[in-house]
């Protein structure tokens, strides 16, 4: 697991943000997404699990369920019932506890190892009693039902799992970058209170952040075509970041989550900032070049005007990264390039 990385000590700045913005929570999107999802999947359970109760019950009640059957498949059945109520009341606790507590956590695991459990055993009667198919028909073809089932659920369960922990990483590397975009923003609003050494040295620390971070997230990567589907952006603009190439920090932020659309509304706000005189040329030619560059990395479609502008003011350190991450695959170099730069920082 990523391990926490320290903040430069600057906390007696005046103008340090001290409260987040209305954009960074819009930002954490993802998580309310997945709340619903979970929410969504819950309810999907409880109907699902009312469902196959009120089958099992039917088969149980059936006449011809009680006739001879090589296997108990219908004392399976009753432990098949009472497991669907416990997972209909799990549904419940967990539709109303947040954040769930540890024992309701371990009550899951037992249940978890129970109703695996269960599948296997299912699975077992089900492929020995092919005799019971003439005698206990209806008991039969609901425990093949059941036993089909129990192996999709396995499959869907493991899946998720995947999901799962890859979308909390994600979530855990998307809170680290924050945070270090975060200090270099502040870094820049409080530079007229620094002198020249400690803003060097505050700089010099949070790219040593970036770059370890930069080591973390390619050790995690490595491997996992999963991931790096996920995280390559994120690392191509912490690379972008640490040689200097993008030295926005909102923009290396929305380039890490891969959010096109945030970056051509704030390239539009640019715009007009730029009319009304309340951005100067300079700062509105540099931002508009790495957004523009975020925006082709991300596979955006440029117009004829925005590659001129391009081409006209891009600097000797963004034509290079552009040159050696001409895609997402060439990490090394690019990687290469931002050590070359953070050598250069300290010196």
Same mark, same amino acid.
Request: glycine letters at 6%.
């Given at each position: 697991?990523?391990?926490?990385?320290?903040?430069?000590?600057?906390?007696?700045?005046?103008?340090?943000?001290?409260?987040?913005?209305?954009?960074?929570?819009?930002?954490?999107?993802?998580?309310?997404?997945?709340?619903?999802?979970?929410?969504?999947?819950?309810?999907?359970?409880?109907?699902?699990?009312?469902?196959?109760?009120?089958?099992?019950?039917?088969?149980?009640?059936?006449?011809?369920?009680?006739?001879?059957?090589?296997?108990? +498949?219908?004392?399976?059945? !009753? #432990? @098949?019932?009472?497991?669907?109520?416990?997972?209909?009341? %799990? &549904? $419940? =606790?967990? /539709?109303?506890?947040?954040?769930?507590?540890?024992?309701?956590?371990?009550? +899951?695991?037992?249940?978890? !190892? #129970? @109703?695996?459990?269960?599948?296997?055993?299912?699975?077992? %009667? &089900? $492929? =020995?009693? /092919?005799?019971?198919?003439?005698?206990?028909?209806?008991?039969?073809?609901?425990?093949?039902?059941?036993? !089909? #089932? @129990?192996?999709?659920?396995?499959?869907?369960?493991?899946?998720?799992?995947?999901?799962?922990?890859?979308?909390?990483?994600?979530?855990?590397?998307?809170?680290?970058?924050?945070?270090?975009?975060?200090?270099?923003?502040?870094?820049?609003?409080?530079?007229?209170?620094?002198?020249?050494?400690?803003?060097?040295?505050?700089?010099?620390?949070?790219?040593?952040?970036?770059?370890?971070?930069?080591?973390?997230?390619?050790?995690?990567?490595?491997?996992?075509?999963?991931?790096?589907?996920?995280?390559?952006?994120?690392?191509?603009?912490?690379?972008?970041?640490?040689?200097?190439?993008?030295?926005?920090?909102?923009?290396?932020?929305?380039?890490?989550?891969?959010?096109?659309?945030?970056?051509?509304?704030?390239?539009?706000?640019?715009?007009?900032?730029?009319?009304?005189?309340?951005?100067?040329?300079?700062?509105?030619?540099?931002?508009?070049?790495?957004?523009?560059?975020?925006?082709?990395?991300?596979?955006?479609?440029?117009?004829?005007?925005?590659?001129?502008?391009?081409?006209?003011?891009?600097?000797?350190?963004?034509?290079?990264?552009?040159?050696?991450?001409?895609?997402?695959?060439?990490?090394?170099?690019?990687?290469?390039?931002?050590?070359?730069?953070?050598?250069?920082?300290?010196?």
């Amino acid at each position: 697991m990523l391990e926490k990385l320290q903040p430069p000590e600057w906390e007696r700045l005046s103008c340090r943000h001290t409260q987040p913005q209305g954009k960074q929570t819009q930002e954490n999107r993802p998580e309310a997404q997945a709340e619903a999802i979970r929410g969504q999947g819950q309810g999907t359970v409880f109907v699902l699990g009312l469902g196959a109760v009120g089958l099992q019950v039917f088969v149980l009640l059936r006449p011809q369920s009680s006739r001879y059957c090589s296997q108990p +498949l219908l004392t399976n059945l !009753v #432990g @098949s019932i009472v497991l669907t109520f416990f997972a209909i009341g %799990l &549904t $419940v =606790l967990l /539709t109303q506890l947040e954040p769930v507590p540890a024992a309701l956590k371990a009550l +899951l695991s037992v249940f978890g !190892v #129970g @109703s695996f459990g269960e599948g296997v055993c299912t699975v077992v %009667l &089900t $492929v =020995l009693a /092919t005799d019971c198919e003439k005698t206990t028909p209806e008991l039969y073809y609901l425990s093949v039902l059941l036993s !089909v #089932g @129990s192996l999709m659920s396995t499959e869907i369960k493991m899946a998720s799992r995947g999901k799962m922990e890859t979308s909390k990483l994600k979530q855990n590397l998307e809170e680290q970058l924050d945070r270090l975009m975060q200090q270099l923003q502040d870094l820049e609003e409080c530079r007229d209170e620094l002198d020249t050494d400690e803003y060097e040295e505050t700089k010099k620390e949070t790219l040593e952040q970036l770059s370890e971070f930069n080591d973390s997230l390619k050790k995690i990567m490595s491997g996992n075509m999963t991931l790096v589907d996920e995280l390559s952006g994120m690392q191509l603009a912490i690379q972008a970041a640490i040689s200097q190439a993008f030295k926005t920090p909102e923009v290396i932020r929305l380039f890490a989550k891969k959010q096109p659309g945030q970056l051509r509304t704030r390239l539009a706000e640019m715009d007009r900032d730029l009319m009304v005189g309340k951005l100067e040329r300079d700062l509105y030619t540099q931002q508009k070049v790495e957004i523009l560059t975020a925006l082709r990395k991300l596979g955006e479609k440029l117009t004829a005007d925005d590659e001129a502008f391009l081409s006209a003011n891009a600097g000797a350190v963004l034509s290079q990264f552009e040159k050696v991450s001409s895609d997402l695959g060439s990490g090394d170099k690019v990687l290469a390039l931002a050590s070359c730069e953070v050598e250069k920082a300290k010196k």
